[in-house]
């Protein structure tokens, strides 16, 4: 997770600011960005309802049309979900999958993938390692519920990592 660091405590304006623009302060001076969560749909509709559902719990969104665009942006940030539909242009989600896999081997990314397949239609398509495949039409708030539950199981685990790496002795050469 991304951390900004604020310089000094008279810079209350700065927090303010910061706790309205998404992000959150943490132990005082430590400014963290909320999860980000890539949605990979190239129906305008769905792409934008999930946008506005995730951005209203908070959570930092970033939403492409096709496979070769999120890429891109798996490359450039970290995800903590990708929403992915299977029929894409480009590359379909199961060939964004190897890729995206190829790309970042060690990637705690977890992945629900959205399609409109039936089970026969998708076991056909073999293995695909996901979280879950949710079917369309599907109910956006389960969906966003699934989504919360996946950042706060992320947050706990990064805080019990640093409280963890805080409470170690500094090993001395």
Do not use: W
């Not at 999860?35 to 749909?41: F, H, Q, S």
């Not at 930092?60 to 979900?81: C, F, K, T």
């Amino acid at each position: 997770m991304k951390q900004l660091r604020v310089r000094s405590r008279a810079n209350a304006h700065v927090r303010e600011a910061t706790q309205h623009s998404g992000l959150e302060i943490a132990h005082g001076l430590t400014v963290q960005a909320s999860p980000k969560v890539l949605i990979v749909e190239d129906d305008g509709g769905i792409r934008g309802m999930l946008s506005v559902a995730l951005r209203r719990e908070g959570l930092v969104v970033d939403a492409v049309a096709d496979s070769e665009d999120a890429l891109r942006l798996v490359r450039e940030s970290e995800y903590a979900v990708i929403l992915l539909d299977l029929m894409l242009p480009r590359l379909n989600g199961v060939e964004f999958l190897d890729e995206f896999r190829k790309a970042l081997p060690s990637a705690q990314t977890v992945v629900f993938v959205m399609t409109a397949f039936d089970d026969a239609s998708i076991r056909r398509l073999g293995p695909i390692k996901v979280e879950a495949i949710i079917k369309k039409p599907f109910d956006v708030p389960r969906l966003v519920e699934m989504v919360r539950e996946v950042v706060r199981t992320r947050q706990c685990a990064s805080a019990n990592t640093r409280r963890d790496d805080q409470g170690r002795p500094e090993e001395r050469p």
